[in-house]
């Protein structure tokens, strides 16, 4: 994939009186790794989907190395991108058919999943499973066992990086993670960068300021744009939202003095 050109997008749900995403414009080149960043609710997840054809714009169009989606065929341009968010699905499948859940038709070797859970921080823990990738992931079935919320969460990441997609989407990925996996998680993301197309979405602004390109959304709109530097050098709601957020992990951490008595 060379380019990505949003033009002009808008999408405006049935039900609501206002955009979603409202006249967003951006260009993504090959092998950049872009954040949209903002806060709850200002359009960053539906951007995102309709980049992934799986919404269609209400107004604008988004078009794939110069071609707007309509010309392509939806199921080979969906084929060269992936999508993973914090909406997963648990299957009642293996560990190994969890994370190949999307690629079954082109089938899938036990060495393509396997480092795909190794660059989702999945692997080691997926191998200590009673039956590693052979466990069943649905405690009901005998023998079966279910993962925790962030153990799932890297099965998720696992399915994303399977693919080796044009386009990968992260929506969230490490929201459940303890900080090492997240750390991990971030050094197999930005292994990308200068191959495939990504596009991060998260809250933690420790981990955009990588990015090629960061932008950040308000209410719909895309009010800024530019590298981390860029950015907080502008003194705009990035620098603001990201220094508020350095300010917590800066606080010193002061013990309480006494110790609550229990009982
Ligand atoms: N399926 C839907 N139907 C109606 N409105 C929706 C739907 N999905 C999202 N919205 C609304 O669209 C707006 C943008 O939502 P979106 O999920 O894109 O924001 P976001 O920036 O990804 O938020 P968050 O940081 O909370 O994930 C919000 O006002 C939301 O309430």
Not at 42 to 61: E, F, H, Q, V, W
Not at 93 to 118: H, K, Y
């Amino acid at each position: 994939m060379r380019t990505i050109v949003v033009d002009a997008v808008s999408l405006r749900y049935p039900d609501r009186d206002t955009a979603a995403v409202d006249q967003v414009s951006l260009t993504i080149e090959a092998g950049q790794t872009v954040a949209f960043v903002g806060e709850n609710g200002s359009g960053k997840s539906t951007l995102a989907t309709m980049i992934a054809t799986l919404r269609t714009p209400t107004g604008g169009t988004i078009r794939y190395n110069g071609r707007p989606t309509d010309d392509w065929d939806t199921d080979a341009l969906r084929a060269r991108i992936a999508v993973v968010t914090q909406e997963y699905h648990k299957w009642p499948f293996t560990a190994a058919t969890n994370i190949a859940i999307g690629d079954l038709d082109v089938g899938c070797e036990q060495d393509r999943i396997e480092a795909a859970a190794a660059r989702a921080v999945a692997h080691n823990m997926i191998n200590e499973l009673p039956h590693g990738y052979d466990t069943l992931l649905d405690r009901t079935f005998a023998g079966g066992q279910d993962l925790s919320g962030g153990q799932w969460q890297r099965i998720t990441a696992a399915r994303g990086f399977l693919r080796d997609a044009d386009l990968l989407i992260m929506d969230e990925p490490s929201s459940a993670l303890d900080p090492r996996a997240e750390d991990a998680l971030f050094q197999a993301i930005r292994d990308r960068q200068g191959h495939g197309i990504t596009i991060l979405i998260t809250h933690r602004l420790a981990n955009v300021r990588h990015a090629d390109r960061i932008y950040v959304l308000h209410r719909g709109r895309l009010v800024e744009a530019g590298t981390h530097d860029d950015l907080l050098a502008g003194g705009g709601r990035y620098a603001e939202l990201f220094t508020l957020q350095a300010a917590g992990y800066a606080t010193p951490v002061s013990l309480p003095r006494q110790t609550a008595t229990l009982g």
